[in-house]
């Protein structure tokens, strides 16, 4: 079972930015792809973005197309989340997943 570690999270102003980060131990986590999810309070969990092995297809959710970017480091072992012009909205717990495995979970908070 793959382990995995997000990081980057915090609290930002509305129309700021974060980088959050994935990252594993495991060598095969270069050979899988990857997701971020986040959930809200008193929301289910949604799929944010997503990126395959080689980081050469992705997919965003609609609310978020444009403002954030999902890109991998497979020689780190990381998957990063550039998150631009943050809204309100985007605050949430945000966690990363690749097969069945997920990370603990990183606090992001927008302020308006």
């Known amino acids: 079972q793959v382990q995995l570690v997000e990081s980057g999270g915090g609290l930002v102003q509305a129309g700021g930015s974060l980088r959050l980060a994935c990252t594993a131990s495991?060598?095969?986590?270069?050979?899988?792809?990857v997701a971020w999810f986040r959930q809200a309070p008193g929301k289910e969990r949604e799929l944010v973005a997503h990126?395959?092995?080689?980081?050469?297809?992705?997919y965003y959710a609609d609310s978020v197309k444009g403002r954030f970017t999902i890109s991998r480091d497979n020689a780190k072992n990381m998957v990063l989340l550039q998150m631009n012009s943050l809204k309100p909205e985007d605050t949430a717990v945000y966690y990363c997943?690749?097969?069945?495995?997920w990370g603990q979970g990183t606090q992001v908070t927008v302020s308006s």
């Open positions: 997943k690749t097969n069945n495995a």
């Open positions: 495991e060598r095969t986590f270069s050979s899988l792809a």
């Open positions: 990126i395959n092995w080689s980081g050469k297809t992705t």
